[in-house]
């Protein structure tokens, strides 16, 4: 069955700082990953999708990640982390060869501290 | 990017009557959409998966008769909560996706039931 771990609740970073957000999967097949950010009281808006081809992908407001095959993670970079980027931050996975669905983590939230 | 729409962003109703949340896809024609429920502090549970002309499927423990389903056209998707009590009380995201990659999400729907 796939599943999705990101294994912090909270990550606390200093304005300024590069930020990690950690995801880990596992699929049988070539998995979809995606990342999404989630406002207060606000849907989820897409940040960036690995599907195919170069293992770092780079997505909206200077996101980027890095699909790992051997370590199964697609944790989320900012080299500069922005009080504005606090939010939650939620990883899924989808195996298109088995299911129509995505299935997301738990969620991260995000501190940046000024 | 894809937008997706929700109406309405907020309803307050009595215990016993029905709502009706509107989807829809604004700017792409979305085959197939999807229900989440989000309970404060946790990721979102899938409830159904709908594809235009067809009927949802539902996530078990989703009670069908509960949370109708209608997917009528390639722009639009509704979720009736039936009969909605307090314990139905939720911020309902409602999803959607063009071709076989990226879900696009609404904004939400904040359900109270007095």
């Known amino acids: 069955a796939q599943s999705v771990a990101q294994p912090e609740d909270q990550v606390n970073v200093a304005e300024g700082n590069p930020l990690t957000v950690k995801c880990t999967y596992s699929?049988?097949?070539?998995?979809?990953l995606f990342w999404y950010v989630q406002y207060p009281n606000r849907g989820l808006q897409f940040l960036l999708k690995?599907?195919?081809?170069?293992?770092l992908v780079k997505g909206s407001y200077g996101f980027e990640a890095e699909f790992n095959k051997s370590q199964t993670s697609f944790h989320l970079k900012k080299p500069s982390a922005l009080v504005s980027d606090s939010a939650l931050y939620f990883c899924?996975?989808?195996?298109?060869?088995?299911?129509?669905?995505?299935?997301f983590g738990k969620g991260t939230r995000l501190h940046i501290l000024p | 990017g894809a937008v997706v729409s929700q109406h309405p962003s907020r309803v307050i109703c009595k215990s016993g009557t029905s709502v009706k949340i509107e989807c829809r896809s604004l700017?792409?024609?979305?085959?197939?959409m999807f229900w989440y429920r989000q309970f404060p502090k946790q990721s979102l549970m899938l409830m159904a998966t709908?594809?235009?002309?067809?009927?949802?499927?539902?996530e078990q423990g989703v009670e069908k008769d509960k949370f109708l389903i209608n997917h009528a056209s390639l722009t639009l998707s509704t979720l009736t909560v039936t009969s909605a009590h307090p314990e139905d009380s939720s911020f309902y995201i409602c999803?959607?996706?063009?071709?076989?990659?990226?879900?696009?999400f609404g904004p939400g729907t904040r359900l109270l039931v007095l």
């Open positions: 999803s959607a996706r063009n071709g076989r990659e990226t879900q696009y």
């Open positions: 699929v049988s097949g070539n998995p979809y």
């Open positions: 690995y599907i195919t081809g170069d293992n």
């Open positions: 899924a996975v989808r195996d298109p060869g088995r299911d129509d669905k995505i299935i």
């Open positions: 700017d792409f024609q979305a085959t197939t």
């Open positions: 709908s594809n235009e002309g067809s009927k949802a499927t539902y």
